[in-house]
């Protein structure tokens, strides 16, 4: 039977459909072989690769906006608006000491060198600090120190990587991008002020630092998917509709994984006649 690869897309919050995706995927019996993620699709597909999706999918559905508040650590912004030491507390609650050795399916977590700008496929050591890595969205959350390296979000360089799971052996690839309608869908919620500072920086009511960074990156994500997909076709390619959702949005999980498993199911009468089901 022929291997079937998945890459997932950075995207913050909207990567909560990447868990969608997995679960039609896992409810038709489709093998996944090999797992190349960015970002939060680093951070989803370690969790798969590690056989802890339904805990990590059980977190995410269970938080509220103000669970989410208290996962941001702000910083005297020198390197970033946020630490991120909560966020690896909460990895590290369920994912422990594991290493990529410890993998139910080869996984690889794609992270950028900060002083050289290339790609960094990080496979070797602990899991949670090669997601800590990919996460590091550039300004937003600090940069993660690895192997005398500093790393941040693998989306500077590849926000989609199909090709590092075509690398990795997989004859079919699906691919899942995240940030295709990010900026035509784009708008500005209202009154969030009331629940604090940190809230009126994540959901402003205007343009502010945090959501001008966020919206420049995934401009610029969205582009760089454009042309690597013209190199690199996966045979598979999902789009979930969720452009309008902030990378903070944790608190609409449930909705986001609903319209990943939505997308993901349209592909498999095909995928399976391919693979011969």
Request: charge should be positive.
């Amino acid at each position: 039977m022929k291997k079937v690869g998945l890459a997932l897309g950075g995207g913050g919050a909207r990567g909560c459909a990447h868990i969608g995706v997995i679960k039609a995927l896992r409810e038709a019996d489709i093998p996944v072989n090999y797992i190349a993620g960015t970002s939060i699709g680093a951070l989803i597909g370690g969790f798969f690769a590690t056989g802890k999706i339904e805990i990590i999918e059980y977190i995410l559905s269970q938080i509220t906006w103000k669970d989410v508040m208290k996962y941001f650590d702000p910083v005297i912004p020198k390197r970033g608006l946020f630490e991120g030491k909560k966020v690896v507390k909460l990895l590290k609650s369920v994912l422990k000491d594991m290493k990529f050795t410890d993998t139910q399916i080869p996984y690889i977590a794609v992270a950028t060198n900060l002083l050289t700008g290339k790609e960094i496929d990080i496979n070797k050591g602990k899991i949670v600090d090669a997601i800590r890595a990919s996460i590091a969205i550039p300004g937003i959350i600090t940069p993660a120190k690895w192997n005398r390296k500093y790393l941040m979000d693998g989306g500077v360089v590849n926000p989609l990587p199909v090709d590092v799971v075509k690398k990795m052996g997989a004859d079919i690839v699906i691919a899942v991008d995240l940030n295709h309608s990010y900026i035509q869908n784009r708008r500005y919620a209202k009154g969030y002020q009331k629940m604090g500072k940190i809230a009126g920086w994540v959901m402003p009511s205007r343009p502010n630092i945090l959501d001008i960074a966020e919206s420049s990156i995934f401009m610029l994500q969205d582009q760089l998917t454009k042309k690597n997909l013209e190199k690199h076709e996966p045979n598979y390619l999902i789009r979930p509709q969720i452009g309008q959702t902030s990378v903070f949005d944790f608190h609409k999980a449930k909705k986001l994984i609903a319209e990943g498993y939505k997308q993901g199911k349209k592909i498999i009468p095909k995928l399976k006649k391919e693979l011969k089901m």
